[in-house]
DNA sequence: ATTAGTGTTCTAGTTAGATAGTACACTAAT
DNA sequence: ATTAGTGTACTATCTAACTAGAACACTAAT
């Protein structure tokens, strides 16, 4: 991972959206355990106190288990695992529909727009 | 309008998306006047250096002029605001696509949660 | 006991965004 | 000419996010 961050999200934020997805998406397993942070932190290109921060926000969120002196692991509750994507979907879901609502576009239009730019895509 | 700012982007951005947003849903016409920078700074709560950024970023865009001594005016070029919606729609269906995959959702299930969601949010 | 690898904490400094206050310049109406 | 309303410009200050560097504390393996 290069440093390609927008310049508008935290970076401590976007590494740890990047991280649950790839939890959320099955890539990494409960139990799993994460890079060090100094690992992380090369590997992300950013100061190791970014990555304390990852660490620390997924920690409180109860994403990830940390322990001293071994390292940063992925939850074995699986049931934390299942609602953090459930959360997720809905999120991004629901701010596609409100922004597209800002937009004055009607329920109908946005499946219609998805379906089009889908369609392009597979091109 | 409120304090109710998202902490994670810059407020004269979020200004200017919802003037935006505005003006594609044919809220604000084209060669409608724009708040004053100091009527709009009370308006939305902050600094009127800020509201000045969300106009010269727009500017910038294309999406408004400004007349010295008379004021910030929607641009009168059609092409412009037409250019304008279907950049911020593609924006909006593309930033889902890519955080539905990023989730490991396929074409399909992004239609059909979406369907979902919309049906539910209905009731 | 020592060492390597880990998380944790602390202080200091940098930068972008936002605020605060002031002043200047242009335009239209009086 | 004056005035009110407008955009524009400048300096100073504050804060959060981030960076930088160092030190401390715990764990497992040797």
Redo the contacts with the bound molecule.
Sequence with gaps: MAKDFQ?S??????IADHLSSQIVRGEMRAGEK??????MAIQSG?????I??T??EM?RMGIVE???????FVTENEQVLKDLKSRLQTDIIHSFVQNMKDLGYSQEEMITGLEQYLRREQE
Tied chains: 1, 2.
């Design positions: 310049s999200k935290p970076i401590y934020i976007q994460l890079p060090s942070v100094r690992e950013v100061n190791p106190n970014t304390q921060r660490y620390s920690e940390t322990r001293r002196g071994q390292g940063t």
